[in-house]
């Protein structure tokens, strides 16, 4: 081996071992405020407590029902496939970042019958003739300013993020699937209520029907509670076309047609509920959790490897090289040792020395870092917002239910006694048709107030986040 090729292996030995050096800002993950891990201010209720919450929160409802809807739409969700196609390609993107580290080949191969001009050609040889070219070429660029080690960094950091942004699209699909249930089982039980308040008024209506025939009542009275008979009769069509939309949208959700919802799902009448106290946790592990934090994060991450990226343009490109052909004229064996020929050298390139279009990008690169952690702050504050706020909710509808829940026990024995008193002639039909009308009002009131606790429970799940590697 000569001293030149000695000296070449060298110089490019040592190149290689420089190549771990990488330009641009090492990432460092942003910290959240100290207070952001703290306990949260709505859990001084015993509605809640701060054990660490349940993955598969679903699963409190104790509810067989629901949890096939939950993995059904896990399975076959649309918006959960567009969510990991996403994955698959950020997992193709990392891919082709990581090949930057291999050698690049590349083989081509020429065949032409052709004639040339007779000015092209010496006397005496033929102007017509065929041609074959083959050629082998190996390159390999010397990652010495971090150019492609940044890259791959990046496309790591964007496959975490879109992996985040599977389970952010999971929590939301869950969520909704579970509300869509509650919302078809809640408007289920309002029937109910709707219908049982219909009959107490057509018992009234009898009653009071009767007393007018033996003269005890007016006319006025008979009308009086018939009216009121049909207006809550009207409040049905309307529930059944809320229970109907509910059950069309949990079937959207589940990846189905209306028609292929369970006949389980369409039959359940009882508004699920966690009889329980719901752990929540705190601000850290809420943060931990949150799918949106985390992608979020992720996204910073990315962002400042490319950075890295943009300023190795800034330093000299070396790529070594290589190539080996062979062309041949006429009927000559394209292998033979004559028409063979080869080439390997360094290609170096830089862009030098105007770089302002590299700076620009630089500096476009850091503004890009500098959104991303504002919007990773935002996302923090915004997580422990929508966590304290339905925790708030939730606090607040089950003390509502509550009190509504006492002030329909009144109107109901107010009602019951004011019918008896009507039988034994004892109160005037207007007092009892207004006992009537408070105990229907209070019923309707009680059934939306227990739809609005089970829509705050789901609400709360959601702002907790979720953890999905068991699912």
């Known amino acids: 081996m000569s001293m030149n090729i000695k000296n070449m292996v060298a110089g490019l030995l040592t190149a290689t071992?420089?190549?771990?050096?990488?330009?641009?800002?090492?990432?460092?993950a942003p910290t959240p405020p100290v207070a952001a891990g703290a306990p949260f201010v709505g859990v001084q209720s015993a509605e809640v407590t701060t054990a660490a919450p349940d993955d598969s929160w679903w699963r409190l409802y104790d509810d067989a029902v629901l949890d096939g809807?939950?993995?059904?739409?896990?399975?076959?969700?649309?918006?959960?496939?567009?969510?990991?196609?996403?994955?698959?390609?950020?997992?193709?993107?990392?891919?082709?970042?990581?090949?930057?580290?291999?050698?690049?080949?590349?083989?081509?191969?020429?065949?032409?019958?052709?004639?040339?001009?007779?000015?092209?050609?010496?006397?005496?040889?033929?102007?017509?003739?065929?041609r074959t070219d083959g050629q082998l070429a190996v390159s390999y660029e010397?990652?010495?300013?971090?150019?492609?080690?940044?890259?791959?960094?990046?496309?790591?950091?964007?496959?975490?993020a879109a992996q985040e942004d599977a389970d952010a699209v999971r929590v939301t699909v869950v969520a909704d699937t579970v509300r869509?249930?509650?919302?078809?089982?809640?408007?289920?039980?309002?029937?109910?209520v709707a219908q049982r308040t219909v009959d107490l008024l057509d018992r009234s209506a009898r009653i009071t029907n009767a007393r007018f025939e033996r003269g005890l009542n007016q006319k006025l009275d008979v009308i009086r509670v018939t009216q009121l008979r049909e207006q809550q009769a009207a409040a049905i069509p309307s529930l059944q076309a809320a229970r109907d939309a509910a059950l069309f949208r949990l079937a959207t959700l589940t990846g189905r047609t209306p028609q292929d919802l369970p006949e389980a799902a369409r039959t359940r009448t009882t508004t699920p509920d966690v009889s329980k106290p719901i752990p929540v946790g705190d601000g850290a592990t809420l943060l931990a959790r949150r799918p949106d934090v985390k992608a979020a994060e992720r996204r910073l991450a990315a962002n400042t490897a490319r950075v890295g990226v943009a300023t190795a343009d800034?330093?000299?490109?070396?790529?070594?090289?290589?190539?080996?052909?062979?062309t041949a004229v006429g009927a000559t064996d394209i292998l033979g040792g004559?028409?063979?020929?080869?080439?390997?050298?360094?290609?170096?390139?830089?862009?030098?020395?105007?770089?302002?279009?590299?700076?620009?990008?630089?500096?476009?690169?850091?503004a890009d870092a500098k959104a991303d952690l504002a919007s990773f702050d935002g996302t923090v504050l915004r997580a422990l917002e929508e966590t304290e706020?339905?925790?708030?909710?939730?606090?607040?509808?089950?003390?509502?239910?509550?009190?509504?829940?006492?002030?329909?026990?009144?109107?109901?024995?107010?009602?019951?006694?004011?019918l008896a008193r009507e039988s034994r002639g004892q109160i005037d039909?207007?007092?009892?048709?207004?006992?009537?009308?408070?105990?229907?009002?209070?019923?309707a009131d009680y059934a939306a107030a227990t739809r609005a606790v089970a829509f705050a429970q789901v609400d709360l799940f959601r702002a907790l986040g979720g953890s999905w590697q068991q699912t």
Do not use: H
């Open 17 to 28: 071992a420089l190549s771990a050096c990488a330009v641009g800002p090492d990432y460092v």
């Open 69 to 130: 809807l939950v993995a059904d739409a896990l399975a076959a969700n649309t918006d959960v496939r567009v969510a990991v196609a996403r994955i698959e390609k950020a997992r193709a993107g990392l891919r082709g970042a990581r090949s930057d580290r291999l050698p690049q080949t590349d083989i081509s191969a020429t065949g032409t019958y052709g004639r040339v001009s007779e000015a092209q050609v010496l006397p005496g040889f033929d102007r017509e003739g065929r």
């Open 142 to 160: 010397l990652d010495l300013f971090g150019r492609v080690s940044r890259g791959v960094e990046a496309s790591r950091a964007d496959l975490a």
């Open 180 to 192: 869509a249930y509650v919302d078809a089982t809640s408007a289920a039980d309002q029937l109910g």
């Open 314 to 326: 800034l330093y000299p490109k070396i790529t070594l090289g290589g190539s080996i052909g062979s």
């Open 338 to 366: 004559g028409p063979l020929r080869w080439v390997l050298g360094p290609l170096i390139s830089w862009a030098f020395p105007n770089q302002e279009a590299i700076r620009a990008r630089i500096g476009g690169a850091k």
């Open 389 to 418: 706020t339905a925790l708030s909710a939730y606090r607040n509808a089950l003390l509502r239910k509550e009190r509504l829940g006492s002030a329909r026990d009144a109107a109901e024995r107010a009602a019951n006694v004011s």
């Open 429 to 443: 039909s207007l007092d009892v048709l207004d006992a009537q009308r408070t105990l229907a009002q209070s019923e």
